[in-house]
């Protein structure tokens, strides 16, 4: 059963991203057509508008549960506080997620592919009658799955599962298997139809020891970088809904409008940033740039989010650690000498750092960013910036964002919010029936 979910959630994980890195070209399709000017720009506001309203709109009749990342709703149904309903969260994700991402909203790819994966776990247990306990584990397989599909990194994809859901995940043999299995089976669909993930591989060297210290205080700011990055997401959701109540679809027309001028005069600032990410590392932009592009890609995602159409924080974070990465690097070279590569060494450790203050994920921060960017070479700064990052999130009271999220949904949803621990263990370990230990 998770090899049969992990290869559909791969599979069609790789069918959306092919259309929307096909359809997210459309400015310059724009450009070659209508050329450069006032009128262009007119018309490109109008079509990244028109799609997010569309998104918003199908999401908000169909599938409300479907708006932003699909993490919190599957941790609430693994917590049996949620329901995944699968008829409607399909086809409002792949749609609504399409339309959203390709009009150039600063969103990732891995909010609807998860979301997506945990909706086919759905549907196989439904299709079975499977228990409760079963439907559980193969969510969490299912979630594992969506994420190998957006990032092609199953190993990451694993970890998530484990350290990220661990207050919900009955930690079996067999649903420890299944997410193995689901993860892997994603990886082979998606190199079926043709390995669309981003390719994220940074040229990286080993960095000396004598620039740990530079790596712990690069985690010491990201861990209060995450702080704010938590918080202000979720002042701004409250507050959009708030603001908006009676007209909700004007933020989707505004920041569509917003969005689809810069396509045409600053892209970087734009997107999921999965495809930007190898191009800005190289690039040797100037401090002012880089500053600019760090204060753009924070305010996009922030104002992108709360819009209430699909899509995923994942890249987002990592593109905005890009940034944070960078500009630490430039700061650092001009007091010390820094060797070749260090450039990107600082963007690696960045991008596990901010993910570890945010999501506190530690371990999956380290993973991940090593994953995605092969940077194995740099396991010790990225340890050392990963989780300085997350104990200092921790000492000032930061939560993690999916718990956060969760939690605010379930008030708006009118359901008691369940008390939590920072430091709660994992669900017990069961047999493997599944019945507990």
């Not at 008829?87 to 339309?99: A, C, D, M, S, T």
């Not at 759905?122 to 799955?145: N, P, T, W, Y």
């Not at 974070?317 to 940034?323: E, F, K, P, Q």
Request: glycine share 12%.
């Amino acid at each position: 059963m998770a090899a049969l979910c992990g290869l559909a959630t791969g599979v069609l994980g790789a069918g959306f991203h092919l259309v929307v890195d096909t359809l997210v070209r459309w400015p310059s399709w724009l450009v070659a057509y209508m050329g450069h000017g006032p009128l262009t720009m007119a018309a490109a506001a109008a079509i990244a508008a028109v799609a997010l309203v569309a998104a918003f709109f199908l999401t908000r009749r169909v599938a409300p549960e479907a708006a932003g990342s699909g993490v919190q709703e599957i941790e609430g149904a693994m917590e049996g506080l949620r329901e995944v309903r699968w008829r409607r969260v399909l086809p409002v994700k792949f749609v609504g997620g399409v339309l959203a991402l390709s009009s150039g909203l600063v969103a990732g790819r891995e909010g609807p592919t998860i979301h997506m994966g945990a909706s086919i776990a759905q549907a196989i247990a439904e299709r079975l009658k499977l228990s409760e306990v079963e439907l559980r584990g193969l969510l969490a397989a299912g979630a594992a799955a969506g994420l190998a599909a957006a990032f092609n990194a199953p190993l990451a994809a694993i970890l998530f599962v484990i350290e990220e859901t661990r207050k919900q995940f009955r930690y079996t043999l067999r649903s420890y298997t299944a997410v193995i299995i689901a993860s892997t089976a994603s990886a082979i669909g998606m190199e079926l139809v043709g390995g669309t993930a981003p390719q994220l591989r940074l040229d990286n060297a080993e960095m000396p020891l004598s620039l740990l210290p530079a790596f712990l205080v690069l985690g010491v700011f990201l861990g209060g970088l995450g702080i704010v990055f938590n918080n202000t997401l979720l002042f701004l959701l409250d507050w959009v809904g708030t603001t908006f109540r009676k007209v909700p679809f004007v933020p989707a027309l505004v920041v569509g409008a917003a969005i689809g001028v810069l396509a045409l005069v600053l892209p970087q600032a734009v997107g999921g940033g999965e495809l930007l990410i190898p191009g800005l590392v190289t690039a040797n932009l100037p401090i002012t740039t880089l500053l600019l592009l760090c204060l753009l890609r924070f305010v996009g995602v922030m104002l992108s989010y709360p819009v209430g159409v699909p899509g995923g924080i994942f890249a987002p974070l990592l593109t905005l650690a890009t940034t944070v990465g960078l500009i630490a690097a430039w700061l650092l070279q001009t007091f010390v000498p820094v060797p070749p590569l260090a450039g990107a060494a600082f963007v690696i450790a960045a991008m596990g750092g901010l993910f570890s203050a945010s999501i506190r994920a530690p371990l999956v921060g380290v993973v991940l960013a090593a994953e995605l960017t092969n940077g194995y070479a740099l396991i010790l700064p990225l340890i050392v910036t990963c989780v300085t990052a997350n104990a200092v999130s921790q000492a000032l009271g930061g939560r993690p964002l999916y718990e956060l999220l969760l939690e605010r949904t379930l008030r708006l949803s009118g359901q008691a919010v369940p008390p939590r621990a920072e430091n709660s263990v994992p669900a017990p370990v069961g047999t493997d029936d599944g019945r507990g230990a």
